[in-house]
């Protein structure tokens, strides 16, 4: 059996624990708002036509921020499309995701259904096809009070209020050649400034992220970032980072270690970040939005090609999670919270339908599939500080990242809400028996112990077995020394207080 250990200590802060981090991301992109969020014809809808099943399983799963359009979508939308009297919207080609757009969902339906869900709007402005102007005609219209045609424009479409919209993306993927408006760095990073500079005459206040690579696997990857920020950097408050993450080949062991290099991303980032900032002689530092991050078989994708023709929402990039997708979704997590004095905002990519946690059937039921629970318990858990954990653990080879520790760990601490931590089992040959080391945190007992495994590590849930892969309660907890046995290809939360 293998062994390991780790010490949780409360003076091993690392930062406060990021309500962001628990952020996810609604694009017009295949089912995700059309018979995902949006179905007015579904027996839950409400009197908005907004599905009530998939707001209570947001509302479960602890979404902080939801970001939107897009997105690829982006990059070709007009958000004036989306506004008015639904029956009057224009139906556009979204060459994006080769489909047709009915607009019948835009800002304003976008907006109440965040109220409703309890989550913070984060809104991406078009800089593919568009730019300044439409930008400024956006936030105008969203968060003008009145008094001008575009804010009084919102109240005669029924809402009086101003939308408060206070995160807004300055594109989205630029960088990319599948970019409808693609540029490059320099192109990129003047056209973000402008824009910046200009929203930010309207409202000081408003936070900005610029776009960063799509993914650390891009040739620019790196020198993008330092010419981006080299334009922006007094004007925004974040990079973007973006990763997706498959099993490839059959090599189970170095996806399980997928979070190793979404840590080379982050540090890689920051150290681009950090750098420009010296030259630049500043001292603001500039935080990473990772507003695009979740396991997505991008292969499966490429292989069945665009469809033939325009359709209404088709069904794409509907991946069925299985238990070894969620164990590296949950390491993922587990290195948000380790960076969380860098990553102060995160967006899982994406909600319903899509890449997503939440499934449905068109006028039928809703589940949760496995990477649902990982996202949800530390959403839930989650408190007070992030503590710095280093384990102490055996290793094993990977074919992608070399040695790699079986075991990868976060905790996170509250002096009202207790101690959390949160560890993944890489090993898919045998338990991984963790002794806690606690003493720091004073008289404290393992009060709950969770973990979802399954002896199959490629079983998924479905619509008539929705809780195959669920957490359960974690018999093999011992109180002195603290000790928890960890079951092979496992995600753990483990509470003590």
Known sequence: MHQARLTLDPAFKVAPVRRRTFGTFVEHLGRCVYTGIYEPGHPTADEDGFRRDVLDLTRELGVSTVRYPGGNFVSGYRWEDGIGPVGQRPRRLDLAWHSTETNEVGVDEFVRWCRKAGVEPMMAVNLGTRGIAEALDLL???NHPSG???SDLRIANGVKEP????MWCLGNEMDGPWQTGHKTAREYGRLAAETARAMRMVDPKLELVACGSSSSSMPTFGSWEAEVLEETY??????SCHAYYEEKDGDLGSFLASSTDMEYFISSVAAT?????????????IDISFDEWNVWY??????????QDWPVAPPLLEDHYNLADAVTFGGLLITLLRNSDRVTAASLAQLVNVIAPIMTEPGGRAWRQTTFHPFAQASRHAAGDVLRVEPESPAYETKAYGEVPLLHAVATHSATEGTTLFAVNRSADGPLSLEIDARALGGVRIVEATTLTDPDVYARNTADDPTRITPRANPDVEAGPLRVLLPPVSWNVIRLA
């Open 148 to 150: 001008t045609t575009l």
């Open 140 to 142: 105008e219209y969203a």
């Open 163 to 166: 939308h408060g919209i206070r």
């Open 273 to 285: 970040a950090d750098h420009v900032g010296a030259r630049l002689k500043s001292r603001k530092r």
């Open 298 to 307: 991008l292969s499966r994708f490429h292989d069945t090609g665009a469809p």
């Open 234 to 239: 007094d004007l925004v408050d974040y990079i």
